[in-house]
């Protein structure tokens, strides 16, 4: 009996379904193309999603809390803008990139400000942010990329180069899901966020520092943002005020496929690398099938929506049957 109720419930667990779709989708790929199948294609395919897993892993925490962000993506975009324009003013890379990822910081004290302290909604404060950020970006880089012929070669070790075969990217990705799934797990932190996420108004007179623990999230996530903005730029070489466009809805899908929650109070940093991973591979497999991005986005819009009515559905059934259990 205890055996079929627990098969039932990983058969249900929305971090299992999503690990069927993407093995799923590898074969169906595989068979349409043979590039697909390939060391170099999968090594492509993680370097271009590391900075979407990176931000979406510390954005998990976040989303537990019934919170999110959109401004991660212009965060992304004017960090790059402003590294490689301290690099061509001459300016070491250590340096530049500390001073880049304190500014982009500040995107992430500001939402946690306004969300934490003065209580404005998450979408009205990180849309607020969001735009601020991008036009930011623009002024500083007059609308164009960020080039120069002071800005080294080596900046683009950072996101190109490899050790031990592996792209340095994917080591990065690998060690901030593991520091997160480690912060869900055995933290406080994760678990007050939780709570925050499931009833905020218990969690407040139960003594838990709600305030706190929103902007503490907040801010990492501006941190890790404002880091996905120096590994893009050192990607291009380059600081582009336009790059990022889209990110934050990449980060906020690969998220609720995993199988957290929007309204918080349930969520996975496992779940969240799953769901980053089918974003990546559709991308990938629907550009080797020479499919336009316009249908591309068309489907990444049609996955968002469907991602929140299932996550919503399991809540409620998982709900009913806490209440027929008491």
Known sequence: MNSTRDFHRIVRDPK?????LLILLN??????SEAFFSLENYFNMLKQSAMIIIVASAATI?????????????NLALTGVIYTLLLSGGMPLLPAAGIAVLCGSVIGVV????????EFPPFIATLGTMYVARGLALILAKG????GEKIPESVTILARGDWLGVPIPVYFLVLFVLVFRVVERKSLFAKYAMTIGGNRSAAFYSGIPVGQIVFWNYLIVGVLAS????LTA???????????????????LAILLGGTSLRGGKGSVVGTLIGALIVAVLGNGLDMMNILTFWQSILKGVIFVLAIVVNEKILK??????????
């Open 317 to 326: 059934n998982v709900g009913k049957e806490k209440l027929q259990a008491a």
């Open 16 to 20: 299992f379904l999503m690990l069927v």
């Open 227 to 230: 880091f996905s903005g120096i």
């Open 62 to 74: 976040l989303m537990m809390t019934g919170s999110f962000d959109l401004s991660t993506g212009s």
């Open 144 to 147: 164009s990329p960020v080039r």
């Open 27 to 32: 074969l169906f790929f595989a068979l349409n």
């Open 111 to 118: 939402n946690g400000t306004l969300v934490a302290k003065i």
């Open 234 to 252: 050192s990607r291009l070489a380059a600081g582009d005020p336009r790059i990022g466009v889209g990110f934050e809805f990449d980060v906020i």
